[in-house]
């Protein structure tokens, strides 16, 4: 880990960062334990996000390697019914967008095969491309027929699939983007794989709903960037690309959706004017807004900390909802672990039976919460709250309650 005095801006290189909220040493999200490991050293990494003076990107000020986070990967797509509706309908809108009937389609960061197996549904004639570091996900993606590059993409591995694939009408990346560490070798990739006329399709969590939403559980190690479209639209100029078309979605508690071609291939539409002037109105670039965020998140910690605390002391079971990466932020910034939760249930089988990292409260399933009834459950990925509730109305009609914890805690 380097001296965080010498990290540069991911998008203008300088280095003019400024630190704005402290979450403290931190597990990896999404490094789930098994019982055998419980009692092994278990890293943790600083977690502080920053903005930079000199171009308004906001950015983790420590950054762990690539390979520790993803070779070996527990989030998958399929797992939420709500994504698995979303990424179709995203699949609907390139092919439509780009006239796409056959042609090559890249998924960077293609998890399980979701996004790729709806664009296969809709248009049969397509090629398609899977691009992913997390070998242990291979087998998903086989068995749906589709074909997979193991390995993280940059401009090297853009040179490598070229000669094999052939240049892509489509490439995307959906909550992949935030991800990225070396953003302009990114973008050369792109340039190098991208087809004249072909699209580049990027969705990622926005700086704006994140801070209207309170959503600091956004912030994890693999999360290096958090996305307004202002700085995007300066790193993708620089390497002769140009951001055409920007549209916000609901999905994730606010996503931005963004459509990059090559420069001079499309004049770009009025939306992308009008985000950049509502960014500039809500002082995206303004670094007194990041301060406020972090009072907000302070002040949200001691709500909820103390709201568990009373519950405990009254004698009420609590248990958690969903194993996600942002849970698992919350959860180690407010110091919960199994005296506080009992257990956490979720539905993808790749976390039942392991424990959550840093705080180790163990991930069962679902069924749990009929059979036990526990008092309340905090609902950790609360991104799905309406989808998460209609699938568990036994448990709430036996008298469940659920704690909403963010923005404000609410009960259900």
């Known amino acids: 880990m380097r001296d965080s005095s010498q990290i540069r801006c991911l998008v203008c290189r300088g280095s003019e960062l400024k630190e704005f909220l402290n979450l403290g040493m931190t597990a990896l999200a999404n490094r789930f334990i098994a019982e055998a490991h419980l009692s ?11 903005f930079c003076a000199g ?4 950015q983790l000020l420590d950054r762990v390697p690539p390979q520790e986070m993803f070779t ?5 797509s399929s797992a939420s019914e709500t994504l698995k509706g979303h990424l179709d309908e995203l699949s609907g809108f390139v092919i439509e967008r780009q006239n796409l009937g056959d042609g090559l389609v890249i998924d960077v960061g293609c998890n399980d095969g979701t996004l790729l197996a709806a664009f296969r549904r809709r248009a049969p004639g397509l090629r398609t491309l899977g691009v992913d570091p997390a070998d242990n996900l291979a087998d998903f993606t086989k068995a749906l027929g ?11 591995t853009a040179a490598d699939i070229l000669p094999v694939w052939g240049h892509a009408d489509v490439i ?6 935030p991800h990225i560490q070396d953003l302009h070798d990114f973008a050369e990739g792109v340039k190098i794989l991208l087809a004249r006329g072909g699209a580049l399709v990027i969705e990622a969590h926005y700086l704006r709903d994140i801070l209207h939403e309170l959503a600091f559980d956004t912030v994890y190690h693999e999360h290096v960037s958090y996305w307004a479209l202002g700085p995007m639209t300066r790193l993708f100029r620089e390497h002769n690309l140009e951001v055409v078309d920007a549209q916000r979605l609901p999905i994730h508690h606010g996503q931005l959706r963004v459509v990059v071609q090559h420069a001079g291939e499309a004049t770009a539409s009025p939306a992308v004017a009008t985000i950049l002037e509502e960014e500039r109105k809500a002082g995206l670039d303004n670094f007194a807004t990041y301060e406020e965020f972090g009072r907000r998140v302070t002040a949200l ?11 405990k002391d009254s004698g009420k079971t609590i248990v958690g909802y969903g194993a996600p990466a942002k849970g698992n932020t919350l959860l180690n910034y407010l110091a919960l672990g199994p005296s506080q939760l009992d257990y956490i249930v979720d ?7 392991l424990y959550t990292p ?4 163990p991930v069962v399933s679902p069924d749990r919460l009929v059979s036990d009834r526990p008092d309340y459950v905090l609902l950790l990925a609360w991104n799905f709250q309406d989808e998460i509730l209609n699938q568990q109305a036994a448990y709430r009609n036996a008298g469940g309650q659920f704690i909403v914890p963010v923005p404000a805690v609410r009960f259900v």
């Open 301 to 311: 910690k001691r709500e909820l900390t103390g709201t568990i605390g009373a519950l």
């Open 172 to 177: 995307t990346a959906t909550n992949t983007f």
């Open 146 to 156: 589709i074909p997979r590059y193991s390995g993280l993409f940059t401009a090297a």
């Open 358 to 361: 840093g705080v180790h409260i």
């Open 55 to 58: 171009c308004g990107h906001v």
């Open 72 to 76: 070996n990967y527990v989030y998958i």
């Open 40 to 50: 092994e050293t278990e890293p943790a990494y600083p977690l502080k996000v920053a």
């Open 347 to 353: 539905r993808s089988p790749l976390k039942q039976g």
